[in-house]
């Protein structure tokens, strides 16, 4: 969950169909920002530099394949 001090630091998407998409481990990510884990609900931050998804940290653990869901995505504007 993402909590922010600044509602003007926040924007609503004009775009929401990019927050259902499940994205599979392997695919690069449409942008930098925080993505759920859909097995285990674990968030984790992609940045600029990310090239493909990774497996979740926490559940590569215990040998899940997960999928990634885009929570809150990163710009600079």
């Known amino acids: 969950m993402a909590f922010y001090e600044n509602k003007r630091s926040v924007l609503e998407t004009d775009k929401p169909e990019q927050y259902r998409v499940l994205r599979e481990i392997g695919d ?44 809150v995505k990163a710009s600079d504007k």
């Open 28 to 71: 690069v990510p449409p942008s930098p920002g925080i993505y759920e884990c859909q097995t285990c609900k674990y968030e984790d931050v992609v940045n600029r530099e990310c090239i493909k998804l990774p497996p979740c940290s926490n559940c590569k653990k215990k040998g899940h394949s997960n999928k990634w869901k885009l929570l």
